[in-house]
């Protein structure tokens, strides 16, 4: 059974930084690609990071240039390092694992919430 699970979610000021993990079990992830979405109350779940098997990474407009995403194989993690947090970036942070176009798995999430 494969299972994803999020942490590192929290509280935080605006300017400050987080960082999130996401443990995969039930499947080694070296082969596949690796996402984190995020859905704010009232708006649809939008990409915010994803790295490929090899390390590529690609980010959505809104985490470019402050977050970073990583992956650990060894550990059957990744990472989602975020800087500079805004109050826009308050979401709950979905961790994705992408078999194929039809078969992926979610974790249920970590809330983050950044004040102004």
């Known amino acids: 059974q494969v299972r994803l699970v999020e942490s590192g979610g929290g509280l935080v000021q605006a300017g400050e930084s987080l960082s999130l993990s996401c443990v995969a079990s039930?499947?080694?992830?070296?082969?596949?690609?690796m996402n984190w979405f995020r859905q704010a109350p009232g708006k649809q779940r939008e990409l915010v990071a994803g790295?490929?098997?090899?390390?590529?990474?690609n980010y959505g407009d809104s985490a470019k240039g402050r977050f970073t995403i990583s992956r650990d194989n060894t550990r059957n993690t990744v990472y989602l390092q975020m800087n500079t947090l805004k109050p826009e970036d308050t979401a709950v942070y979905y961790c994705?694992?992408?078999?194929?176009?039809?078969?992926?798995?979610w974790g249920r999430g970590t809330q983050v919430t950044v004040s102004s």
């Open positions: 994705h694992l992408q078999i194929d176009p039809g078969i992926y798995f």
């Open positions: 039930g499947i080694s992830i070296t082969d596949y690609a």
């Open positions: 790295v490929s098997s090899s390390g590529s990474t």
